[in-house]
């Protein structure tokens, strides 16, 4: 997310967390865009993904989505919501990042 601010490319946002996660041996796993815009509706254009020249602007609200699928296994997608200012941007979702176990009992019927 350090690149994501006012001027910078959709595609080039995209690009740089598709090589962190390249990177860390899981390219293959991730199979989607980065992100994309909301406004009216959840799904928007412009999108973080390579075909997307649109530059970020303020004002815009982008989402953050990296999200890695292990078939067999499993997967994961960590999302923020965030509003291009003039400087940067806003990070709107204040959730930890920091894993957290949750213990589940099965039910015995």
Not at 58 to 63: A, D, E, K, R, S
Not at 87 to 104: M, W
Request: hydrophobic share 35%.
């Amino acid at each position: 997310m350090k690149i994501i601010g006012p001027g910078v490319r959709c595609c080039d946002v995209d690009d740089v967390g598709r090589s962190i996660i390249a990177d860390a041996g899981y390219g293959p796993n991730f199979g989607h865009s980065l992100g994309h815009s909301l406004g009216l509706f959840i799904h928007e254009s412009p999108a973080l993904r390579l075909t997307d020249q649109t530059i970020l602007q303020p004002g815009m609200v982008i989402t953050v989505e990296p999200g890695i699928y292990i078939p067999g296994w499993g997967g994961v997608r960590i999302e923020d919501l965030l509003v291009i200012t003039e400087d940067g941007y806003r990070n709107l979702t204040t959730s930890t990042k920091d894993l957290q176990i949750i213990n589940v009992r099965e039910e015995v019927h």
